[in-house]
């Protein structure tokens, strides 16, 4: 009889234990061999005590497979859990994988945001950005007499200005860059379009968008001397930088200044005076002592920074036949004869602010630019010019100079 049941077992690979999740994977070739050995017959032939011990024999066989289908299903029950489990956490990570990429997109959209701000800022060249806004600002205060003119129709009339200003700013600054691209890679290579950040279609757009947009928003304004100043900048700009016939001034030392000078001296001081004295408050048109000094003073500031800007640039100057005053009279002698020309106008500074009716603004101006003259000098004899970083420090610390200035001069009266 046990014979019979074992022997009516289907193959091995239909049978399952321990749960719908345990594979016939444990079967070897001995389970198929025990099971081959439990279902077979004893010959009819053999004698009765022969099949007795037979069949005690299949008994205890089908015992012990019995308790190792028991131990492996067991042992696979387990196995199907632990699977479970893992398909389980698997699914989890799974989760965590997809808001990955979600983390990784948003850090590059950042990064990417970053690093095109930064372009931008490198491109405007910050310092020539501040340089324009102080100047415009200070200028502008020139034209309050009471405490009442500081109205918000001041205010807008100053916002325009200046905005209208730094878009022309970042043109000709952007065209000067696009007409330098290979000087630049030797004077400075972390400018965008030298460096790659920048493609030539991409500094053209930006500039062609700035000046555009400086140009209609002087016209809506509906003021002549600001749409005069954004116009005669443009003409000077242009005519400094770009490579046509005629043009490209910079390369003569004497035009470079004198486009420098006429736009930083002359143009900022008089017509954003005459923007907020015309056209916001509606007054004649007055120049005034504060403003005659402004732009004289101005005057030796400009001539200053229009030669020292070449100083740390005489390397790719030379190259490509740039003739600089740096480049024809050496670096060293440009150097001194800027620092003197400071000290010259500081000194001047000094005996107008000494002839000022008012007591306050004979104190505070003469203070100031006595301390600013010790600074100059201080700061001039720690220079190594065998060292390019410490001339363009220097320089730097020169248009630190021109936004302390543009802060001294409303308390000039």
């Known amino acids: 009889m046990d014979s019979l049941l074992i022997g009516s077992f289907p193959n091995a690979s239909l049978i399952t234990t321990g749960g719908s999740c345990w594979r016939s994977k444990n079967w ?52 199907c859990q632990e699977y479970n489990r893992k398909h389980i956490v698997k699914a989890a990570s799974g989760q965590s994988f997809e808001s990955e990429p979600q983390a990784l997109d948003s850090k590059r959209i950042l990064s990417s945001v970053k690093n095109s701000l930064d372009a931008f800022y490198r491109f405007s060249r910050p310092h020539t950005v501040i340089g324009t806004a102080l100047s415009i600002i200070s200028v502008s205060l020139l034209a309050v007499q009471k405490s009442s003119d500081l109205s918000p129709l001041f205010f807008t009339g100053l916002l325009e200005a200046v905005v209208a200003a730094l878009f022309m700013n970042i043109y000709i600054v952007g065209l000067n860059q696009l007409s330098d691209v ?77 486009c420098i000078l006429a736009v930083r001296a002359v143009i900022v001081q008089l017509a954003f005076f005459l923007h907020m004295q015309t056209h916001v408050y509606k007054r004649p048109v007055v120049f005034s002592r504060p403003l005659i000094f402004a732009t004289a003073f101005m005057s030796f500031f400009s001539v200053v920074i229009a030669l020292f800007k070449d100083i740390p640039d005489i390397e790719g100057d030379r190259i490509f036949g740039i003739q600089s005053f740096s480049v024809r009279l050496g670096q060293q002698r440009v150097f001194w004869i800027c620092v003197s020309l400071l000290e010259v106008a500081y000194g001047i500074a000094l005996m107008v602010g000494a002839a000022s009716p008012c007591l306050w603004s004979k104190v505070l101006t003469g203070v100031g630019h006595a301390a600013l003259a010790l600074t100059l000098w201080y700061h001039a004899k720690s220079v190594d010019f065998k060292n390019k970083a410490s001339i363009t420090s220097f320089y730097m610390f020169i248009w630190k100079l021109f936004y302390a200035e543009y802060l001294l001069i409303p308390l000039v009266r």
């Open 182 to 258: 290979e000087i630049d890679k030797i004077n400075k290579p972390y400018l965008p379009l030298a460096s790659g950040e920048y493609s030539i279609g991409t500094g053209v757009a930006i500039v062609a968008s700035f000046s555009l947009l400086s140009f209609w928003l002087g016209w809506i304004v509906g003021s002549w001397p600001l749409f005069w100043a954004l116009f005669i900048s443009f003409v000077l700009g242009t005519a400094y930088s770009i490579n046509v016939p005629f043009l490209r001034w910079k390369r003569f030392a004497v035009l470079a200044a004198m």
């Open 28 to 79: 070897t070739h001995n389970n198929y061999f025990a099971i081959g050995t439990l279902g077979s017959y004893a010959p009819t032939t053999a004698s009765w005590p022969k099949r007795k011990i037979q069949n005690e024999y299949n008994l205890l066989r089908f015992k012990q497979l019995s308790l190792v289908l028991r131990y492996e299903g067991i042992e696979g029950g387990s196995t």
